[in-house]
């Protein structure tokens, strides 16, 4: 079978093992179709002992993992004795009733390798609204740093119809955006993206790199796919692939069928890589840069101008006055002495709470707040300083 290159803006073609090993960050999806077994009563233990092998391999090697796992619906409804429904509230029951087995599945293939991992269930708003978007980040970011894993899914039991992503697709491509993950990969049933289905046309060509995803690259995707206990198909992973690409993460749609699925990726196993505009970090500041209205501001004195110069946070201490009511998350415009705004960034604390550690050190926060949150208001991570 032929195997060709769409080859548009980007960075150049890769192989998927070439990718592998140039990340640090990596989002790994794992749908409903590869984690329940084919009886659709419980998880498939042996293959993911295998995918807990390659996980613990690329941990060894240095590679930090966020998993977004389906499954707990599947799960539930087996549990539950209940038939496949499209009806929205036997969803969010199953989902009730599986969320705990699909965790169980996972601390049981983990737990041999020494892995340990955490649960974080995740609604639409939370990766929409800003201050729900930075609390979600930073218990990541936290987990990370404890050097636990942490396993995504959809808070299916409380999603509403109209705001809900409806696929972990597009969960994983925002859990990639949110983590500044450098490579996202899509297990699935099959070995990427072809020109056409090649299960009905012996002629189909696989694509094994997508520089842009156009209208030509979506119409070679065609329908969704139906059936089994999945709800996506590569449709909806070639717009989690836009959406990880814009976010400066390159994206790998792999399958994940054969035992082993991330190693084979490692060796000689093909897939389709959708390539990153940008990095990572570049993308994020981009985004906060081009917010087209601030909530605020906050007027900074010259220690503090020297300071974020030189690459630093903007700490409480160096602020001298904070305008405009917002919440957590807000993007706030920094305005030296003289007015003149030298920067942008995202605000780890609501104004209320800015107006009461204004000027203060880290260390009376907990007395002036009554808790203790960060010691920076504004991470530098956070933050986009404008050429001067």
Known sequence: MKIAKLAGEGQAPATPAALIAASRRVVVKVGSSLFIDPSGRGARRAWLRTLAADLAGLRGRGKEIVLVSSGAVALGRAYLGMKRSDR????????AA???RLMQAWERALAPYGLRVAQLLLTYDDTEQRRRWLNA??????LLAR?????????DSVATEELRYGDNDRLSARAAQMTRADLLILLSDVDGLYTADPARDPGATHIGYVGEINARVEAFAGDASAGGPGTGGMRTKLAAARIASAAGCATLIASGRGDHPLRRLEGEARGTVVAAHGSPGRAYKQWIAGTLATAGSLVVDSGAVRALALGR???????????????RGACLAILDAEGREIGRGLCAYGSADARLILGAPSERFED????????????????????R
Do not use: C, Y
């Open 88 to 95: 929205l509230d036997r969803k969010q029951a199953a989902a």
């Open 98 to 100: 599986g969320q705990g």
């Open 137 to 142: 980040r930073a218990t990541i970011e936290m």
């Open 147 to 155: 050097e636990a894993i942490p396993v995504i899914n959809e808070n």
């Open 313 to 327: 946070s903007l700490l409480p201490a160096g602020v001298v006055a904070v305008d405009g009511e917002f919440e």
């Open 368 to 387: 002036l707040l009554g808790w203790r949150g960060p010691d920076e208001l504004i991470h530098r991570d956070d933050l986009v300083m404008h050429a």
